[in-house]
């Protein structure tokens, strides 16, 4: 088993910035890839960004040149920077992982309990 921790959401004014932080702990081989998705009220997930083990990136259109993702896979760590926000960033950001417990071990998908974004205008 994974655990996934978040940290970092909280209440800020549009065009601030803030930081999430997800630490994986458990039984982790490897993780790839590891990220961040978000749901807003009364609509489906999405994904937000993520980031491989080898360094590739994926973004939401929408967040694309304001938040960045970045990890530390020695620390089975990552985090979000997210600036320039604005009143539609507003959301339950989950940290998501694709982890396994050895080389030949299949691959399973864990989700952190999730961290509240909210932003004012």
């Known amino acids: 088993q994974v655990q996934l921790v978040e940290s970092g959401g909280g209440l800020v004014q549009a065009g601030g910035s803030l930081r999430l932080s997800c630490v994986a702990s458990g039984s982790i081989f490897s993780i790839n890839p590891m990220g961040w998705y978000r749901q807003a009220p009364g609509k489906q997930r999405e994904l937000v960004a993520v980031?491989?083990?080898?360094?590739?990136?994926n973004y939401a259109d929408s967040v694309k040149g304001r938040f960045t993702i970045s990890r530390d896979s020695a620390k089975n760590t990552v985090y979000l920077q997210m600036n320039s926000l604005k009143p539609e960033d507003t959301a339950v950001y989950y940290c998501?992982?694709?982890?396994?417990?050895?080389?030949?071990?299949?691959?399973?998908?864990?989700w952190g309990q999730g961290t509240q974004v909210t932003v004012s205008s």
């Open positions: 998501n992982a694709v982890s396994r417990q050895g080389p030949l071990a299949t691959w399973n998908v864990y």
């Open positions: 980031k491989t083990s080898a360094g590739s990136t």
